[in-house]
């Protein structure tokens, strides 16, 4: 044959041709008619459109991309939707930074998301695309929030919440890492507002039970079942007679109630300066309060961290001994859990232990690991209770816990619980850019639904929405006053819009029925898709979005709009593309566009190498070294598909094989269809996928000058078809040369099961690790027959001359490695 090396591989021909025909042809738009196929859904999360795609993006979608294909080519009807998560505070700061209207500043950027995808060659159905911001969509999400709101599920009260004084608005507990604001990193603040929320607490069993329904990442579960926080215990009453209030606390371990000896409440929690007002230590808290609140969480909880405190100068009673026990504030307690105090025992708590030693606060034991014991304390094992009550004392401390909470419930003192770390999702934004909350107040009737048929309530144009505290829309006063539609009477539009995440936790259901203008989504069409059979995105969404769509999922199959009661059936989570080792970011100058790539190598390469690179669900690092190999694989396989000439492509049957050439190319085939195939049914090991289809090119160009011109063909024809999901515009090029057929029209080829089992096998014969000769050897030979094969290969001889040797390493199947000095 001809010098391969001659052809010239041009992915700037090759892709635009390829997706002309696509678009043309409408290639990937997917009926809702039930066709006899199997439904199948894949979906990567939408992205914000703010700025231009990055390489996690093409990641992303690359994946989603590869799944797509390889389930469309196994007979099934797939989904495969685009749209953008335009609202929230992403759009509106690139908007503010830059000096364009968030609605614009939004357009630009999903017009380059929009025109990067296609040159991408992402198998999208465009018919069903839409962007959270346009009024068509977020009609429905006004829609959906009062039937939550219609049920009590969405409602608003007064309350500390967190307030971000760089975003200047509030956030929900999930958006605050270790006490900072997860996007603009700064030191939240603790105010108290009248906020909306969703009742998501009223889902946290069936949240963190139906976990193990779903076919998600262990460490995700791990994450939302830590966050949803589920503890068995009993709510205690601590009665503070000089302001006449109780003060409930959630505790796991009644049985230590006799050795609380100190109650202690979190510097977030509402009354702590109330209680110190008009004591000598009001000043003090006050101080001590402002000082915790620049802490982060993980700071305030560390073990080894000296525990603060200043005195409230109040009592409590403790409700089974009567006793009262003084109060303290103090960083160590969070008031995200439980209720924000607690009731502290010393004796058998570490924290508690080194709070009372440096305060000098009484430590009583009342557990201990056996009647008179003198146990070191704190002491934190089961035992017996001793210096308890009579009727207590001498009894094994769990048997005992059950009768102690019976008492107090008896006695209106407390009474069984379970506690939940979860709070209510708050979805107020005191922000312009979001969906506006389709409520008006009225002085008569109140807060007031605003009637379905006046939905959208449209976000008004602005030219001031930078955040003053407060939200932009209620500058717009002829936007904000409006009519009561219960009475017709005056009334005022609230201003504030919601949270972003509320957009994106529903949006999957949307794609199932994009088109319709009736409602959200037609149930029998949303039905026949949901769940989501396959979601791909990032870990970092495992609590907010995640755990979001899964609470609305489960409300609105309650409300009966759904059959589904989880979104996402499956979920992949991808790692990032690292530079040098470390996160891409502007700020290190390491950020790699992927358009610079695409240009100059195509989306083939760019896509290909993104999942070559390593395990998909694994962080790696970009190098430009690996991008041209990955080229120059592509350009061998389309060199080899150029060279083999049109024509039958079909494999040959065992035993009618011409020659060795044929047999071990045909053979190699099939085993790359069988490891490619089990690589992306069983598991996303993309990147052996990928690096079995290089063994098949490089087994061709091994046998180009021997093999028969339709075994060759047989081999790029299915190099070809393998490679499709990866790298489609090549593949289709190279099918379409070898076969005149259309590789995404054919079913997904089927390895033949005899041609698995090979007579014979390539051995690599090595001395001192280096590969001297390649043999033929039986499949079926001893470890004895291969080191003699080996020994006996000329090359390998000519380097054992002389010399005396070691060991001899037999890998049975694979190689033979001489060792010599």
């Known amino acids: ?77 797939v989904l495969h939707p685009m749209g953008y998560d335009a609202f929230g505070l992403p759009a509106e700061n690139n908007a503010i930074k830059t000096g364009v209207h968030p609605r614009d500043a939004t357009a630009a950027s999903i017009a380059s998301f929009q025109r990067q995808f296609r040159e991408w060659g992402i198998s999208i159905d465009w018919t069903r695309e839409f962007g959270t911001h346009e009024p068509r969509y977020y009609r429905w999400t ?145 101080d001590y309060v402002r000082h915790a609140l620049l802490e982060s969480n993980e700071e305030r909880g560390a073990a080894d961290k000296a525990k603060t405190g200043v005195p409230l100068g109040r009592t409590v009673i403790n409700p089974v001994n009567g006793e009262a026990i003084p109060m303290f504030v103090a960083d160590y307690v969070l008031m995200e859990y439980g209720t924000g105090a607690i009731m502290a025992v010393p004796a058998h708590d570490e924290r508690d232990f080194g709070f009372a030693q440096v305060h000098g606060l009484p430590i009583r034991q009342v557990i201990a690991s056996a009647p008179g014991a003198e146990d070191e304390l704190p002491f934190s094992s089961d035992g017996v209770l001793v210096n308890s009550d009579a009727r207590f004392d001498g009894r094994p401390n769990r048997e005992a816990l059950e009768e102690i909470v019976g008492w107090l419930d008896g006695d209106g003192k407390g009474r069984r619980a379970i506690n939940y770390r979860l709070r209510d999702w708050l979805v107020s934004r005191q922000r312009y850019w979001g969906c506006p909350i389709p409520i008006v107040y009225c002085e008569q009737h109140g807060a007031v639904a605003v009637p379905a048929d006046q939905l959208p309530v449209e976000l008004p144009d602005v030219t001031d929405y930078k955040p003053r505290g407060r939200s932009p829309l209620a500058a717009v006063e002829e936007w904000v006053a409006t009519t009561c539609p219960e009475c017709g009477g005056p009334a005022r539009r609230e201003t504030d819009t919601m949270d972003t995440f509320v957009d ?90 992927p358009s610079s790539y695409v240009d100059r190598y195509g989306a083939d390469t760019a896509r290909c190498y993104i999942l070559f690179i390593g395990p998909p669900d694994q962080d790696a690092d970009w190098s430009d070294e690996g991008v041209e190999g990955v080229h120059r694989f592509l350009a061998r396989l389309w ?45 996303f090991a993309f990147n052996t996928a990928i690096s079995a ?44 040369q070898a076969t005149g057929q259309r590789v995404w029209e054919q079913p997904w080829p089927v390895a033949d099961p005899a041609m698995l089992v090979a007579d014979t096998f390539e051995l690599v014969a090595q001395v001192n690790g280096k590969v001297r000769e390649r043999l033929t050897a039986p499949a079926d030979a001893s470890k004895e027959q291969l080191e003699e094969l080996a020994r006996n290969a000329p090359n390998v001889q000519a380097h054992l001359d002389g010399k005396q040797v070691v060991k001899v390493i037999v890998v049975p199947g694979k190689l033979v490695n001489i060792v010599v000095r």
Do not use: C
């Not at 603790?190 to 069993?205: G, P, S």
């Not at 079942?225 to 007679?241: M, Q, Y």
């Open 639 to 683: 060199r080899l598909g150029v060279e083999v000439g049109r024509g039958p492509a079909d494999s040959p049957a065992a035993g009618d094989f011409v020659n060795d050439a044929d047999a071990a190319l045909t053979r190699k085939a099939h085993w790359a269809i069988d490891k490619v195939t089990n690589d992306m049914g069983a598991r």
């Open 693 to 736: 289809v290089m063994e098949l090119v490089n087994e061709s160009y091994r046998h180009r000058d021997q093999a028969s011109p339709e075994v060759l063909r047989f081999a790029a024809a299915t190099g070809a078809s393998l490679i499709f999901p990866f790298a489609p515009h090549t593949a289709s090029e190279v099918y379409e």
């Open 504 to 593: 994106s936790s529903w949006y999957f259901l949307r794609y199932t029925d994009a088109n319709n203008d009736s409602a959200p989504w037609a149930r029998e069409v949303a039905d026949g898709w949901m769940p989501v059979d396959q979601y791909i995105g990032g870990v970092e969404h495992a609590i907010l979005h995640l755990l979001y769509a899964r609470f609305f999922t489960k409300a609105f199959h309650d409300i009966g709009l759904l059959s589904a009661d989880e979104p996402f059936q499956a979920l992949f989570t991808q790692g990032m593309i690292t530079r040098d080792g470390a996160k891409m970011s502007k700020s290190k100058g390491n950020v790699i566009a």
């Open 142 to 286: 006004q829609w959906l929030f009062l039937q939550l709101f219609e049920r009590g599920l969405a409602y608003k009260r007064d309350g500390s919440v967190n307030w971000d004084p760089v975003e200047e608005t509030v956030l929900a507990n999930e958006q605050v890492i270790d006490g900072r604001g997860e996007r603009s990193g700064a030191l939240v603040e603790i105010r108290q507002l009248e906020q909306w929320y969703f009742r998501i607490t009223d889902y946290a069993d069936r949240l963190l039970d139906d976990l193990d329904t779903i076919q998600w990442p262990e460490h995700v579960k791990t994450m939302q079942r830590h966050w949803i926080g589920r503890s068995v215990g009993a709510h205690v009453v601590f009665h503070n007679a000089e302001l006449g209030k109780d003060y409930e606390v959630f505790t796991t371990r009644p049985d230590t109630l006799f050795g609380a000896t100190f109650f202690v409440m979190s510097p977030e929690h509402p009354d702590v300066l109330a209680l110190a007002e008009g004591t000598e230590h009001e000043q003090a808290v006050r």
């Open 1 to 77: 044959m001809s010098d391969l090396r001659e052809l010239r591989y041009e992915p700037k021909a090759i892709e635009p041709k390829w997706q002309q025909v696509w678009a043309d042809e409408r290639t990937w738009e997917v009926s809702n008619e039930d066709d006899g196929r199997e439904a199948y859904y894949v979906l990567e999360m939408l992205p914000y459109p703010s700025g231009e795609p990055h390489m996690g993006h093409l990641k992303n979608y690359a994946l989603g991309d590869a799944v797509a294909h390889f389930n469309r080519r196994n007979g099934k009807r």
